[in-house]
């Protein structure tokens, strides 16, 4: 999070200039820069990203991501502050971070240009053939992210806070699923995950905020670079990043098996429910779960955590995902994940876990949530 003095800086740096920002085909006429429409978002708050190629070179100079609607720009105007206050803080990684260039208008609304990174995507690689099926190819994937993320996170630690996972994922899935039959069930499993992850303090970071295959660029055996900062934070909870590449990792492991068929290069899994290869990762037996695992842990080892938590962060990150997510359906089928998951090992209380069920409780009154 950034102070408000800080925040007002940031927007007039990027989001508020003091003339009126280029229309974007003035900017992309400007340039003298070829223009590809790359990418236009199925979101219901869709985002469409303009890439400027050098005629000469070939290689993509700049990206414009342009909003659709009101709230899409919002989001924009948040990766805006976000590029330029992570910039400032300049970690060792930041030749893989975007660079804010320049606001941008596009009917009514603000975008951003900034720098091109550069790699292939690493869900090309993902979807490609044996990829997933392939130990050495999906350790490698995980190395590249966790080797970024130790740097990110070494670069801009700040003091050591107890875990906070939430941040406002309870209020949101109370919000959300208000009509979800056994919610009150599902927030107290919550609560109690929360609670026993807030019992130990780890550095503040910044994170990225949706760390997930899409947002990784990747380069022969590293992270090349990484986009889509909007939900980013410069000073948050780090485990949000390792809970939501881990678990995004293994969500699409079954997607090209037909339902009841074992998915190639993993014995213990099958295409069954939705979530299946998240199921796996949590609580089957393989190759895949010990890797899943192993990043976790070596996460949290690494920040000053105990690796045994890894479970707690797994599963709370599965629950911001049913709280945070754009599409309601994506939303709702991760909350039944979660309630999946959760209910397979017994409640186990904290001190920590019975006050936040307490004030969850009192707040709720009772009402709301069945």
Known sequence: MTSAAETATLRELCCEPATRPPSLWEFVRESGLQSLVAC?????????????????????????????????????????QML???????????????????AIEFDGLRGIAMTAVHGTPMTTSYLRGKHTA????????????????????????????????????TGQLTRRFSEFAGLNDDLGRLAEIHGRLGESS???????????????????????????????GLVGEPLRDLARFAHMYALFLDRRTRPGRQVRGHPGLRADEWGAGVAY????????????????????????GSPESWRDVALA????????????????????????????????????????????RDSSGGAGCR
């Open 40 to 80: 236009a978002s199925k979101n219901p708050n869709a985002k469409f990203t303009v890439l400027l190629v050098s005629p000469a070179s070939g290689r993509t100079v700049l990206a414009i991501k342009v909003p659709t609607t009101e709230a899409a720009a919002r989001a924009v105007e948040a990766e805006a």
């Open 84 to 102: 330029v206050g992570i910039h400032r803080l300049a970690p060792p990684i930041i030749e893989t971070v975007p660079r804010m260039v320049e």
């Open 134 to 169: 392939t130990p050495a190819d999906v350790a490698a994937d995980f190395a590249a992210v966790g080797s970024w993320l130790a740097a990110l996170q070494h670069g801009t630690a700040g003091d050591a806070l107890p875990v906070e996972m939430d941040a406002g994922v």
């Open 202 to 232: 780890l550095p503040r970071t910044a994170v990225h905020g949706d760390l997930w295959l899409g947002n990784v660029l990747a380069s022969g055996a590293r992270a090349s670079g990484v986009v889509d900062w909007e939900g980013g």
């Open 281 to 304: 990762a949590l609580d089957g037996t393989g190759w895949f779960p010990e890797v899943f695992r192993r990043f976790l842990r070596d996460g949290l080892s690494r920040l000053g």
């Open 317 to 360: 990150g599965i629950a911001e995902v049913a709280a945070l997510a754009d599409d309601d359906e994506f939303a709702r089928r991760h909350l039944s994940l979660f309630r999946r998951l959760a209910q397979r090992h017994p409640r186990i209380g904290s001190s920590a876990a019975t006050a936040r069920i307490r004030g969850l």
